[in-house]
């Protein structure tokens, strides 16, 4: 039985992402596969999970004396396969490279973009550290045997050619986890829209939080904020009232949350890659599949699917008022906001679903083993 390792230093356990999709779709698919990360050891879906505990310090202990707990961890392993999820495991994907092993890396954001755009780095370093990353990013993705990406950017593969392998596996939705639950019985909370995952001003929830109150609306906010200080900005809003925050959840709770509500928000500001991306977040992918209409910021991908499959409304993220608009618009025509859940239902079975990106990530590391 082939060893494979996933390591990750700065996602939360039991990622959807890392666990829930990639780590148990290659249990069941007869890997013997360990996971280290931040937390507790323990078993789960197949999966052997070696936690490390918790960092001690903030961001700069994550990234370095934390990262080199995860990769001692990660090396007593002694897997075939490494397939790590951070950029601050670079230097050790190397490592691991040279020592023979086969390496992956899981690219979740295209970091050159998100780092000219990090609130906690001082505006005149950004983009040069962007780009002194990226020089990095490049010379060891030479040696690494493939790279993961969610999706193209403005129909652009942003790997292409830096890596022997390149491969865009998207976070879509597993159907026997929210598609597969679903009632359409189930009561809904009045005037209640959602908002589940990183809370952070350039997701949106500054002016999400600012344009439920003036839909009259109530705002369940699922997830953790990004930090104390933009947390304590944020509950200092007189409009704050409207919020119901629920803080990180876990995955029953998170669809108990959006069987409840009526609308599903993904504002994402134009920052960094948030809207050049073409793929959504899997937050939407949930939405849509617990029947959700949900309002998107307008990009041209969004605003494609949004009219290929008609199952929510595009908004300018930046505009308060439209947003606000948007809600006041679904909550008052229930009919129609039912259709465009429907709607997205269909989209995910169709299209946007697990079982199809499952079987990329399967056929990537059987190539993999061939070389």
Same mark, same amino acid.
């Given at each position: 039985?082939?060893?494979?390792?996933?390591?990750?230093?700065?996602?939360?356990?039991?990622?959807?992402?890392i666990?829930?999709?990639?780590?148990?779709?290659?249990a069941?698919?007869?890997?013997?596969?360990?996971?280290?990360?931040?937390?507790?050891?323990? &078993? /789960?879906?197949?999966?052997? !999970?070696?936690? #490390? $505990?918790?960092?001690?310090?903030? *961001?700069?202990?994550?990234?370095?004396?934390f990262?080199?707990?995860?990769?001692?961890?990660?090396?007593?392993?002694?897997?075939?396969?490494?397939?790590?999820?951070d950029?601050?495991?670079?230097p050790?994907?190397?490592?691991?490279?040279?020592?023979?092993?086969k390496?992956?890396?899981?690219?979740?954001e295209?970091?050159?973009?998100?780092?000219?755009?990090?609130?906690?780095?001082?505006a005149?370093?950004?983009?040069?550290?962007?780009?002194?990353?990226?020089?990095?990013?490049?010379?060891?993705?030479?040696?690494?045997?493939?790279?993961i990406?969610?999706?193209?950017?403005?129909?652009?593969?942003?790997?292409?050619?830096?890596?022997?392998?390149?491969?865009?596996?998207?976070?879509?939705?597993?159907?026997?986890?929210?598609?597969?639950?679903?009632?359409?019985?189930? &009561? /809904?909370?009045?005037?209640? !829209?959602?908002? #589940? $995952?990183?809370?952070?001003?350039? *997701?949106?929830?500054?002016?999400?939080?600012?344009?439920?109150?003036?839909?009259?609306?109530?705002?369940a906010?699922?997830?953790e904020?990004?930090?104390a200080?933009?947390?304590?900005?944020?509950?200092?809003?007189?409009?704050?009232?409207?919020?119901?925050?629920?803080?990180?959840?876990?995955?029953?709770?998170?669809?108990?949350?959006?069987?409840?509500?009526?609308?599903?928000?993904?504002?994402?500001?134009?920052?960094?890659?948030?809207?050049?991306?073409?793929?959504?977040?899997i937050?939407?992918?949930?939405?849509m599949?617990?029947?959700?209409?949900?309002?998107?910021?307008?990009?041209?991908?969004?605003?494609k699917?949004?009219?290929?499959y008609?199952?929510?409304?595009?908004?300018?993220p930046?505009?308060?008022?439209?947003?606000?608009?948007?809600?006041?618009?679904?909550?008052d025509?229930?009919?129609?906001?039912?259709?465009? $859940?429907?709607?997205?239902?269909?989209?995910?079975?169709?299209?946007?679903?697990?079982?199809?990106?499952?079987?990329?990530?399967?056929?990537?590391?059987?190539?993999?083993?061939?070389k």
């Open positions: 039985m082939t060893k494979v390792c996933h390591m990750t230093s700065a996602h939360a356990p039991e990622d959807v992402r666990f829930h999709k990639e780590c148990v779709s290659l069941k698919a007869g890997y013997d596969v360990t996971l280290v990360e931040r937390g507790d050891s323990y &078993e /789960k879906d197949g999966v052997h !999970i070696v936690g #490390v $505990g918790m960092p001690a310090g903030g *961001r700069l202990e994550r990234m370095t004396s990262a080199k707990r995860i990769y001692e961890q990660a090396l007593a392993v002694d897997a075939e396969i490494y397939h790590f999820h950029p601050e495991l670079l050790y994907g190397l490592k691991l490279k040279r020592a023979g092993k390496v992956i890396f899981d690219s979740h295209r970091y050159t973009e998100q780092l000219k755009n990090k609130p906690y780095l001082p005149a370093v950004t983009i040069p550290m962007a780009k002194a990353y990226g020089c990095y990013e490049r010379r060891v993705l030479k040696e690494l045997d493939a790279v990406f969610p999706c193209t950017m403005q129909g652009e593969n942003p790997f292409a050619g830096l890596c022997r392998r390149v491969e865009l596996i998207s976070n879509a939705a597993i159907l026997g986890e929210f598609f597969d639950q679903y009632d359409s019985m189930r &009561e /809904k909370a009045p005037r209640q !829209i959602c908002y #589940v $995952g990183g809370l952070t001003k350039e *997701r949106g929830i500054t002016n999400d939080v600012l344009a439920s109150a003036k839909a009259e609306a109530t705002l906010l699922a997830g904020f990004s930090d200080d933009y947390e304590a900005e944020v509950r200092k809003l007189a409009e704050f009232s409207c919020v119901d925050y629920r803080g990180r959840l876990d995955r029953d709770d998170v669809r108990a949350l959006l069987a409840e509500s009526r609308i599903g928000l993904c504002t994402l500001l134009d920052v960094g890659q948030y809207c050049k991306i073409d793929t959504f977040g937050k939407v992918f949930e939405y599949s617990m029947a959700l209409p949900v309002i998107l910021s307008k990009s041209a991908y969004n605003c699917m949004v009219d290929k008609h199952f929510g409304l595009c908004i300018d930046s505009n308060i008022d439209e947003i606000a608009e948007a809600i006041t618009y679904l909550l025509h229930p009919e129609e906001a039912r259709q465009m $859940g429907e709607n997205g239902r269909r989209a995910v079975k169709e299209e946007f679903n697990w079982g199809v990106e499952e079987k990329k990530l399967l056929a990537l590391y059987e190539d993999i083993l061939k």
